[in-house]
């Protein structure tokens, strides 16, 4: 599986943006599928995760109840609706799966996007 993360931009605090994560390949739906971001200067985190068939999903606490995460294995995507955005949640946005489940520790993935710039201005 290749993924290709989009959608990222620039947008005032408040506002909205939704990333889209496309996976080329057959076996997208055996991936456990999670949203990384790293804003300069810190360490790569864990914002949010999916399970293979989108039953379970998972937050970062900065990010509860403000983005969420979700899947559509018959289009091969995952997506992360972002709302109500902060400044300090401008970051290059990552995506990434794994057969397995999902994880918080980005060294359990296997596979990873390019990365997509969010910029969120106050």
């Known amino acids: 599986v290749q993924l290709q993360a989009s959608g990222g931009g620039s947008v005032q605090a408040g506002g909205s943006l939704r990333l889209s994560c496309a996976a080329s390949?057959?076996?997208?739906?055996?991936?456990?599928m999670g949203w990384f971001r790293q804003a300069p200067g810190k360490e790569r985190e864990f914002v949010a995760g999916?399970?293979?068939?989108?039953?379970?999903?998972y937050y970062a606490d900065s990010v509860k109840g403000r983005f969420t995460i979700s899947r559509d294995n018959a289009k091969n995507t995952v997506y992360l609706q972002m709302s109500s955005l902060k400044p300090e949640d401008t970051a290059v946005y990552y995506c990434a799966g794994n057969q397995i489940v999902v994880f918080s520790d980005s060294n359990r993935y296997d596979v990873w996007g390019q990365g997509t710039l969010v910029t969120v201005s106050s």
């Open positions: 390949g057959r076996a997208f739906s055996s991936y456990a």
């Open positions: 999916i399970s293979q068939t989108g039953r379970n999903e």
